[in-house]
Each structure stands twice: as structure tokens, then as C-alpha cells.
């Protein structure tokens, strides 16, 4: 029998695939069947919106190399324009999905013009100056969109800069019957929650589609390349900050259409959510799976949401046995014995294939 | 290696034995009550309720939420061991005052069966909640959620507290009526849903009543710290009562420093700034003159609030603040309203909560925190905000 010669990577690509669409079919099916506890449904949408966090920060961090602190602040724009785009667009498109799709979009737009304005000026340099920006970064949207009034009447959308706190969502000067969308301090209230598992699902499935074919094209040899040995990428020929901004850009999009459906699936969000420990969190899901490694960060991501709720039985000291389970997780993936035991069965692969 | 293991082994034992210490603490059942799932009926024709609270019972707002949750267990506690023919299953989760975790505490909560909810604590996470409460018509009595927002999204979801806008009129309201010619500066939070919606009523409010705003300060959670700018500012600007809508934390600091810098001006203060007494490591003469509002005084006479005082310091070992009578008195709530229902303890969520809609607005409860509260079809509570003044370390009224 003949048989075709898979690369391993595009294997792996096709196993992380498959293991998204099987759990989601899996959650639907035990959905149905009512047999899954309302604490696992109500956390679907953000386990998959901090899935497509974490394979869009591995972007940054895995495959281009560089360190992102403040990769909660592009899902905090994210979030914002697409709730702004939701709740504007709700009379002129009336269909709910593809309101969500349009808002998701918008939002990971408007983190990639961001991500492009962060990126310009700091990709050109060498060395950690992009973790220190992007930290200050996730903080000045912080503080930006305490300040953001926005509103929505018959006469469009009514925007304004609260700079010195005299301001309130009155002064938007909103015709009689307008609605406040995002109100400064007190943030995004009153949202139509319209986010699903269904559009969650898509979402992994394009970051991995997205970010996949990011790598295994000619952009991301490049991009990998030049995290290897930026000097050797260089005299190759490689334009190291168009590829450090391709990669970073994308990142940052695919983390805004994340942080739309996030923002959509509350109907109350505060800008201090996306702070410096959303940050880590997501960081901690991508080291956790394995630098470069995207299936790794999925079940990094999966994992670590739920299981501050599977601890709920340990009170007050669920955060400490948190942080425990994270450092024997850490441990034990590190451990030169388990490594070993680990890698005798992916050498023992190939030799199976060519005894076939 | 092995030592490292042993070492690791040790320590998650340790944990667990901690854990198994902390975990019981937080569900109480009435004694008679038998599985959990079919709790309904009691011996003796009674009902058994299964009533839930949300709050921050660990991170930054934990003393919130900590306080929601034991006067809650004070008020089930004292029901339970009563002749009353409605008992109650308690039980509290933690929500890290997160809108994200409140929901998942809320989700859990109704794995648990919950029945009526109590909670959750703080403001953004209650309006995540009170959407989802509204959408699947579970019914929601927050103690101390103070925005307006909370209530908006559903005919289902009720207030003990005063809603924000409330109090900044009231403060607008009893500054015009008895310090008229004030110069007022105000110091807020801006990044806080709390502090900037009084502050924002507040202001409107002097607007109408003529009342002359001379500064605002702001400061955010990264800043409350150093007030020494908006001070000096407040002082240069001839402000001789400063408007402080803000928790107590802040609010210490900023009499420490006013003292300080020897400027003196009336502090006056709303809800937030009950529990400024009990703080650790705060000199109480600072707050000698300051003047608030607030619901509740641990110090009234009647023999309720003394009874609940005596009986949170025994539990708890602390003087409880308004966010425990709040939630003492929500459960209370919850009880006139099953009463008034003729509520069962078989009945689902929902039926109780449409049961409990239709008598809301016609019940009318004695608490802790007010005489004859009433209901709104809103959701909002109305009861007399009461304006103390603090002297010898304790609440007088002026």
C-alpha cells in the first residue's frame, strides 16, 4: 500500500485541529444532554477566548521571540471597539451573528492599528524594549479607557475624552432614547450579550488557522529566523522589522477579536479587568504549553481557567493550591525523567512508520 | 531530588489540611435538613430554602465580601435556630470582586441548586450577574451593589442598599439644607464605578441646589497612596468642607495627611466611609467631626442592631460595618418575601422568583438598616439615608 509522507509538523497541525473540533463537538453533545454542570458552560466562551489569547501571544512570544507584557491591553481594545461596534450596529444589523462577526472584526482592527502604532517605533530596536512598552502599553489603555465616554442616539455615535473627571455620560449631549455604551470609570455596562460557543469555536479554529499558516509559510521562516539569529537573518536578506511587525501585528488582531467576544459575553466589563495580571495569566498559559508549542497553549489555557473553579472546594485557599498545581505542573514538565520518558515514544514514531 | 519531592509532598499536605480547615466554614445547612437535593419539605410542614452569596472573599475587596457573607450566615443562622416555618441552606462563593468569576460563582451556585440569591458584593461584578440572574429568572437581592446598573437589566433584581444616585442627592440635599455657603471640594476615585457615579449625581445635584464646587481631585487605585496634591489644591482653592465619595481606605490617608498639613475642613463622607472607626492602625481622633451617611451605626440602641453586633463580634471577633447589616437585613428581605409568596422549598428558581416579583413592591421590612424599607417595581429600596457625625469615636447624629 502506498502511502503518503505526512510531514510531522502538518501531522500536529492536523492533530490540534481535529482536538479543537472534537471538544467542541464533545461540550455541544454533553450540552444537550444537560449532563455538563452550568459552571463548565458558563465558562466555554472565555476558556476559548483565552485559547486564542494564548496562541496569539505564543505568536509573539514562541515563534517571533520577542517578550509582550501587556497583551491583556489589546484584548482591552479589542473588547471595547467591539462592544462600541455591537451595541451601535445592533438596529442596522439586526442578525445576531453577524453582528458578533462584524464586532469582532472591528475589534481586531482596531488592536492590530494599536498593535502597529506600539510595534512601529519599538520593533526597530533590539532587546526587551518591546516587554517595557507593552507593559506601559496595557496601562495607558488602562487609564485611556477610564476616561472614554461613548454613546449612541439617532444622530450616530457621540464620543468623548472625560481628561480631567468633570465630564459624565450627560455631557454626550444624547438625544432621548440614546444609550450610554461605555461610561468611563464605571466602564461598559448594559451590554446585549451576545457571544456563543459556536462563534468561541470559530475563533480558535481561524487563530490556529491564522497563526499555523503564519508559521509554516515563507513569512514565518523568516520571522523564526530571525529569532534564532537576528545578525544571520539579516544578512540573508531578511527585513527584520517587517517580519517582527507581521508577526506582532497579527498577534495583536487576533487578540482583539478575542477580546470582542469576551466583552461580549458580559454585560458589564471594567477596563481595570485587562490589568498587568491578565497579562501574566495569559503568559503564564503560553510558557505553561510550551514556548512556539500552539497545542500546548490550548490546553495550557483550557486548563488553567477552569481549574481556579474545580478548586472552589478549598474556600479561601483555592488561589494558594492554584499556585501550587502550577508549580508542580511546572516541575513536572520540566523533569528530566518524564522528558525521557516522553521523548522514547517520538523516537519510537518514525521507526513504526518505516517498519509499515 | 527526593528530598525536593518529600519537601513538595509535605507541602501540599499541609495545604490540604488548611483547605479542609477554611472549606467548612462557608456552608451551613439547618439540622434537619437531609441530601441536599431534596431538601424541600421539613419534618414539621416548614420550607427549606436554598439561599446563595456572592463576594470577594479573597483579593483586594475581601473585607466586603467577608462581611456580606458572615452577616448573612449571622441572619440564616438565627432563622434556622428560630420557630420559623421557612429554614435556609447557606452557602457563599468567592468572586475576587470580578465580573468573570462572579458569573462562574453564580454558575456554580446554581449547580448547588441555589434558589434565591443574596449578593453578589461588589458593583461591576453584580451587573455581569444581575444579567444572567434576569435572563434565566433567578431572583437576586444584592446587599450592597449601589448602581443603577445593577437593577436596569431585569424586574428580578432588588437592592438593599441605596443606589449611588441616592446618594449623592441626599449628600447635594443635606449640605444645602444645613451647611448652605459651603465651598466645597471633592476628591474621587475615577477609575472606581462606585465612587465616580456619587460623584457624578453629587455634582448635578449642588448644581440645582446652588451649592459652590470650588475643586475636584481625582485619584485611582494606583494612587491612593499620596493625596498631599489634591489637598493642597483643595486647600488653595478656600474649601472648607471636602466631599469625600470614597471607601475608607483612601479616606484614612486623606485625614491623616489633612491633619498633617494642618487643614482642617469638614470631611463628609458617604456609605463607604463606614468602617473608618474599626480600621487597623488609624488614629480615630483624626476622624473626630467628620460627617457621613450611611444606613447603619454598629453603635444605635435598638436591641436588633445590638443583638447582631454582639453577635458578629463573638463569631467573627470584629465590629461589623454596613455591608454585614446589609446582608443581614437581605436575608431577612428574602424571608418577608417568601412568606408574603407563600413560597415551598420544592419550588424552582424561577417559580420563586416570579412568586417573589409579584410581592416585592407591596412588602415592607423593619432592618438594621432602615424602618419599613419598600420596593420599587425598579428594584429600588427606599429608606432614609441618616447623616452622622462622628465624635468621641463614636456616631452621633448631628
Known sequence: MKKLRIKQHTRTDFLTYLG?????????????????????????????CYMSMAVSLNLTVGILGELSLGHAGFMSVGAFSGIVAAMSLQNIIPAVPLRLAVAMIIGAAAAAIAGAIVGTPVLRLRGDYLA?????????????VNCLLVGYDSKG?????????????????????????????????GTTTIATFTAGFILVMVTLFVVLNLKHSRAGRAIMALRDNAIAAESVGINITKYKMMAFVTSAALAGAAGALYGLNFSSLQATKFNFNTSILILVFVVLGGLGNLWGSLIAAAALTVLPELLRAFSDYRMLVYAIVLILVMLTTNNPTLKTFFSRFKLHKPTGKEAV | MKKKFFALMMTMVMVLSLAACGGKAETSAPADSNTPAQSGETAEGGSTFKLGTIGPLTGDAAIYGQAVANGAKIAV?????????????????????DGETSVNAYNTLMDWGMQVMVGPTTTGASIAVAAKAAEERTFMLTPSASSTDVIAPGDNVFQVCFTDPNQGIASADYM???????????????????????????V?????????????????????????????????????TVFLPIYYQPASVILTQAAAMNYAPTFFGVDGMDGILTMEGFDTALAEGVMLLTPFSADASDERTQNFVKAYQAAYGEIPNQFAADAYDGVYIVKAALEAAGCTGDMSATDICEALVGVMSTISVDGLTGQGMTWAATGEVSKAPMAVVIENGTYVLP
Not at chain 1, 463537538?25 to 454533553?30: A, D, F, G
Open chain 2, 77 to 97: 443562622d438565627e432563622i434556622n435556630a428560630s420557630d420559623s416555618a421557612i429554614k435556609f441552606e447557606f452557602q457563599s462563593e468567592d468572586d475576587v470582586a
Open chain 1, 157 to 189: 455615535l457621540h464620543m468623548a475624552f472625560n481628561l480631567t473627571g468633570s465630564k459624565t455620560i450627560d455631557d454626550l449631549g444624547m438625544k432621548e432614547g440614546g444609550i450610554a455604551i461605555i461610561k468611563g470609570a464605571q466602564g461598559a455596562t
Open chain 1, 132 to 144: 517595557i512598552v507593552t507593559l506601559a502599553f496595557g496601562e495607558i489603555i488602562k487609564d485611556l
Open chain 2, 176 to 202: 444645602a439644607d444645613n451647611m448652605s455657603g459651603a465651598k466645597i471640594a471633592v476628591i474621587y476615585r475615577n477609575d472606581d464605578a462606585y465612587s465616580q457615579g456619587i460623584r457624578d449625581t453629587f
Open chain 1, 20 to 48: 479543537v473540533i472534537i471538544l467542541f463537538v464533545v461540550m455541544n453533545i454533553l450540552k444537550s444532554n444537560g449532563t455538563l454542570s452550568r459552571s463548565l458552560t458558563g465558562q466555554l466562551v472565555p476558556i476559548c
Open chain 2, 204 to 240: 448635578s445635584q449642588s448644581k440645582a441646589n446652588n451649592l459652590e464646587v470650588v475643586y475636584e481631585g481625582t485619584f485611582t487605585a494606583d494612587t491612593a497612596t499620596d493625596f498631599s496634591v489634591q489637598l493642597t489644591a483643595a486647600q488653595a482653592a478656600g474649601a472648607d
